[in-house]
């Protein structure tokens, strides 16, 4: 396999919750780093809750690694006028890739609202991201030069097992990708599922619709069941009860071993279908996302050998 049609390999972290935290964290993304991911994804908070902690983190990962961020954004609560001076931090601090999302409700059955002053879509905050660019770039030739060199890229959201937050159909969900990707948006990443076949039907009624954005599968290593069991009351997204009767009733040793030969067999089956590569959302640990790297033969030799 050539670098070229090697699959994209990236993760999703979040910021530290605590001071505690931080140092783990740090070793996490210090591991994640040997994979040579393509990027990693860092969260935002309902409300813009985690703005100062995403930035340091960030911004860290930009002086001291060797990674490639990509800055969330949400909708939730926020002014457009604040969303710019946000988006300004993010630029002025060297970041040059945004995941855009219209974001959850600050409190589970709170219902979304859009800020009076704020955007009501992902395709919305797309569209201002391109502007907010293009008048930076009107503003300095330096900075044009700069995004000639660096072009900003904008990934949005895709629901392969629907939109649940915004209680969408199939036919609204693609149409939303539509607006996104019309707006600017270069790519997508998936919210979690567990089957091949939701993926791939996705795709092939996005690109029957005109979708033609890479879109790329967001996947969860299948190791914790208390965590399937919490994303799928915060998603919607169901998850298998015969892979929760596997998970729950082995030893810790077992239980791993399952999620990870589940999370690979579903890796390897979306690229296959015709994935560009994988997005692992890692809830800050490292160890079962290398493992189904590992197990899905995506990991480079230099990284196994440190496993």
Known sequence: MTAVDRPTVSFELFPPRDPDSAPRLWETVRRLEAAEPDFVSVTYGASGSTRRTTRTLVARMLRETSLTPI??????????????????????????????????????????????EGLRTAAELVTLLRQIEARRCAQSPSQAVRATVHPLSIAVAAFPRGN?????????????????????????????????????????????????????????????????????????????????????????????????????????????????????????????????????????TTTKELL
């Open 164 to 300: 649940h937050g915004a209680g969408s159909t199939r036919e609204a969900d693609i149409q939303a990708l539509l607006d996104k990707q019309a707006a600017g948006a270069n790519f997508a990443i998936t919210q979690v599922f567990y089957d091949a076949p939701s993926y791939l039907e996705l795709v092939a009624e996005a690109r029957a619709a005109g979708v033609s954005i890479p879109i790329v599968p967001g996947i969860i290593p299948t190791t914790d069941p208390a965590r399937l069991v919490r994303v799928a009351e915060l998603t919607g997204v169901p998850v298998p009860s015969e892979l929760l009767a596997a998970l729950d009733t082995a030893d810790a040793a077992t239980r791993h071993a399952t999620g990870v030969r589940r999370t690979a067999q579903l890796v390897e089956a979306v690229l296959a279908g015709g994935a560009p590569g994988v997005h692992l959302y890692t809830f800050n640990r490292h160890e079962a996302a290398l493992d189904v790297l590992d197990a899905a033969g995506l990991l480079p």
């Open 71 to 116: 800055a969330h954004l949400t909708c939730v609560a926020t002014s457009r006028e604040e969303i710019r001076v946000v988006v300004g931090e993010f630029l002025d601090a060297g970041v040059r890739s945004f995941l855009a999302l219209r974001g959850d409700p600050p409190a589970p059955g709170a219902g979304w609202h859009a800020h009076p």
